[in-house]
């Protein structure tokens, strides 16, 4: 958990403002449901041989009003049900909130095997029947035959996320189904040229965009 030295980091480098954010958005959510999502790892406290060649970013937790207000407009472009997926779940709560929404399995793959176990005991305080925690790089994980959405937090690097985008299109072609992607600290959104920019806002500097793939030209987005 966040302790009072941590907000004092917060504050000295941030301001007030920002501290009262971070109290708002992530020490509530805590509380309310008894999880432990709020608290940042840095990269000094990653295993080398998951940091290899720089190609991870370091845990941090998404706002809250960023997921639900992401979620909520993804399923109002959607028209179909669908799995959903976070690639670098982290501690689970964007797993969290996407099992209140209609998707037909969430699935989370997180690389880190310490975050991948906190995230487990933070599914297991809820009713989570319909999601799949994975431990593993996301390039080694198949990706579901009825993906609909993908959440990325700006979970690693170039290398990883062109692979990754490249990985979505082909499996999305093939099988003539649409995907959207929910796209929080858009960093490299470059990478996807072959994509529909749909809608974007920016809450307490987490810039947001949602990008919808569609084969053929196709209409219809698979969806919750």
């Known amino acids: 958990m966040t302790n009072l030295l941590d907000y004092r980091r917060i504050y000295q480098a941030h301001g007030f403002q920002r501290l009262i954010d971070e109290i708002r958005e992530n020490f509530l959510y805590?509380?309310?449901?008894?999880?432990?999502t709020q608290s940042y790892k840095p990269l000094s406290r990653y295993s080398t041989k998951h940091i290899s060649g720089n190609d991870i970013v370091q845990y941090q937790p998404v706002y809250t009003s960023v997921v639900r207000e992401s979620l909520r407009i993804a399923c109002t472009l959607t028209v179909r049900k669908c799995s959903f997926l976070d690639a670098g779940?982290?501690?689970?709560?964007?797993?969290l909130e996407a099992r209140k929404l209609g998707f037909e399995h969430i699935y989370g793959v997180e690389l880190d095997p310490e975050l991948h176990s906190i995230s487990k005991s933070n599914l297991a305080k809820h009713d989570c029947e319909r999601c799949t925690l994975i431990n593993a790089n996301v390039l080694d994980v198949p990706l579901p035959d009825d993906i609909g959405v993908i959440f990325l937090y700006h979970p690693f690097h170039e290398r990883i996320m062109k692979t990754f985008i490249d990985t979505i299109e082909r499996h999305c072609s093939e099988r003539k189904i649409a995907c959207l992607i929910i796209y929080v600290r858009p960093k490299y959104d470059a990478l996807l040229s072959n994509w529909r920019k749909l809608h974007e806002f920016s809450k307490y500097m987490q810039d947001t965009a949602v990008f919808g793939y569609y084969p053929d030209d196709q209409a219809e987005v698979t969806a919750c």
């Open 30 to 36: 805590d509380l309310i449901h008894g999880v432990d």
């Open 89 to 95: 779940s982290g501690k689970g709560k964007v797993l």
